[in-house]
C-alpha cells in the first residue's frame, strides 16, 4: 500500500513541476488551451479506437472465439481515456501511448503470457463418485430423501 501511495505521490508532485515549467516557458493561457486541446483530441481518438476494438469483439463472439485480448484492450482504451482526461502533460503522455495500438498489443500479449502460464501450473481436476452411507444399516433412501450423483474418477494432470 505504501509504494501506491508514493507512486500517486510522484506522479503528482510530477504533473505540478511540468505544468509550472511549460506554464513559465508558454504562458498560462497557452498552457490551459494545450490542456483542453489534448483532452479533446486524445478522447476522439479513444472514441473511434473503442468503435472498432467493439467491432471486433462482437465478431469473435459471433465466431464463436474468447475476445480477451479485445477486452483488455479495451480496458487499456478506457484508461487511456481517464488519463487524456486528467489535467497534466504527463498523464496526457501516458494516454497517448496506450493509444498506439502496437503498445497496446504488447501490454495485452504481456499481461495474458502470465496469466496463462499462471492458471496452467495451478491444482488437479478431478471427478468422482458419490454414495450417501449415513443411514442406518446402509438401507436405501426414499427417491424424496436425497440425490445421488454418479461418475467415474478421473485424473488429470497438467502436461509438461
Known sequence: MGKVFLV????TLLEIFVFI????????????????????????????QGFYTLMEVQ???????????????GIMLALSGVLLVLPGFVSDILGLVLLLPPVRHWLVERWLSKVVLHSQTQGHTFS????????????????DAG???????ERKDPEP
Open 8 to 11: 500517486f505521490v510522484a506522479a
Open 147 to 153: 440425490t445421488t450423483f454418479e461418475g467415474d474418477f
Open 21 to 48: 515549467e511549460v506554464g513559465a516557458a508558454l504562458g498560462t493561457w497557452s498552457t490551459i488551451a494545450l490542456i483542453l486541446l489534448s483532452a479533446i483530441v486524445g478522447l476522439s481518438l479513444v472514441r473511434i
Open 59 to 73: 465478431r469473435k463472439i459471433s465466431a464463436g472465439e474468447p475476445p480477451a485480448k479485445e477486452v483488455l484492450a
Open 128 to 143: 468422482g463418485e458419490f454414495h450417501r452411507t449415513d443411514t442406518p444399516n446402509h438401507e436405501r433412501l426414499s427417491e
